[in-house]
């Protein structure tokens, strides 16, 4: 099973931009979908983004369309997620997850802060 690390977050002006990582340890990075989830204060864990295992296949949340991108490096068990044009309403703790099945997360990192100021 993998552990996940994730880096990049911090505090930025709304219309800036972060490049989130997410580093993986193990050698079965490949073999599971992975995922960037969020939280602010008061709100329940939403997804963002999410990628299949062969980066082939995206999804994003409405409200992130347009402006983050995700992407993996397979070779450097790494996903990363860039952010731009960002809003205030953007500031939350950002999740990455990994999981072997559609649907299903099954590893969690600790997460990163990232704060939009106005």
């Known amino acids: 099973q993998v552990q996940l690390v994730e880096s990049g977050g911090g505090l930025v002006q709304a219309g800036g931009s972060l490049r989130l990582s997410c580093a993986a340890s193990g050698r079965t990075f490949s073999t599971y979908n992975m995922g960037w989830f969020r939280q602010a204060p008061g709100k329940e864990r939403e997804i963002v983004t999410r990628?299949?295992?062969?980066?082939?296949?995206?999804y994003y949340a409405d409200s992130v369309k347009g402006r983050f991108t995700i992407s993996r490096d397979n070779a450097k068990n790494t996903v990363y997620l860039q952010m731009n044009t960002l809003k205030p309403e953007d500031t939350a703790v950002y999740y990455c997850?990994?999981?072997?099945?559609?649907?299903?997360?099954?590893?969690w990192g600790k997460g990163t802060q990232v704060t939009v100021s106005s």
């Open positions: 997850a990994a999981g072997a099945y559609y649907g299903q997360w099954d590893v």
């Open positions: 990628i299949d295992r062969r980066g082939d296949g995206q």
